[in-house]
T-cell receptor, first 114, second 117 residues
């Protein structure tokens, strides 16, 4: 299994508070991704990174920001959490970002915004 | 952007029966197609991927998928279902994002497979 650790695994927070989720990898892969998973929607890409300090928006980036100051860490921040951001968040990594390359996924973070 | 559609959000089969999970794609160019599986409380794992080398792709745990260009389909099958196959299955297609010149996966909405003893 690829070395991907997401923290925390579970979090409950209140509307309007900032939240940061962390993804840590030990594979030295260049590409890192944040997805959210919601029933009936599958997985949707929030943001991704193609190198240290290099990030770009995905399909559902509104209300989220990311940072990558080191190869191994990719942070997802909800500046002011809303109930619509209650979801399961998955981090994924890939080595080269090429079309036929598989993604390795972390175990997910269950976030509840009350 | 390319997309995939999974037909049926829930599929139930009896143990030992054929498993058929449907996926159709939309693409104007040869697509990069994948099937991922998610077991309860876990992340996704790759089952198989289409690489254009062969239209019938074999994956892990006895699953296979056939790429049919004329039908724009990439259905997942397994001849005989096991209880351990109960999971959610996602079809995905690779999309090229212009911002960084990198490729991203777009997932279908998933099909939850139940296996009845």
């Amino acid at each position: 299994d690829a070395g991907i650790t997401q923290s925390p695994r579970h979090k409950v927070t209140e509307t309007g508070t900032p939240v940061t989720l962390r993804c840590h990898q030990t594979e030295n892969h260049r590409y890192m991704y944040w997805y959210r998973q919601d029933p009936g929607h599958g997985l949707r890409l929030i943001h991704y990174s193609y190198g240290v300090k290099d990030t770009d928006k995905g399909e559902v980036s509104d209300g989220y920001s990311v940072s990558r100051s080191k190869t191994e860490d990719f942070l997802l921040t909800l500046e002011s959490a809303t109930s619509s951001q209650t979801s399961v968040y998955f981090c994924a990594i890939s080595e080269t970002g090429t079309p036929n390359e598989k993604l390795f996924f972390g175990s997910g973070t269950q976030l509840s915004v009350l | 952007a390319q997309s995939v559609t999974q037909l049926g959000s829930h599929v139930s089969v009896s143990e030992g029966a054929l498993v058929l999970l449907r996926c159709n794609y939309s693409s104007s160019v040869p697509p990069y197609l994948f099937w991922y599986v998610q077991y309860p409380n876990q992340g996704l794992q790759l089952l198989l991927k289409y690489t254009s080398a062969a239209t019938l792709v074999k994956g892990i745990n006895g699953f296979e998928a056939e790429f049919k260009k004329s039908e724009t389909s990439f259905h997942l099958t397994k001849p005989s279902a096991h209880m351990s196959d109960a999971a959610e299955y996602f079809c995905a297609v690779g999309n090229l994002y212009s911002g960084a010149g990198s490729y991203q996966l777009t997932f279908g909405k998933g099909t939850k497979l139940s296996v009845i003893p």
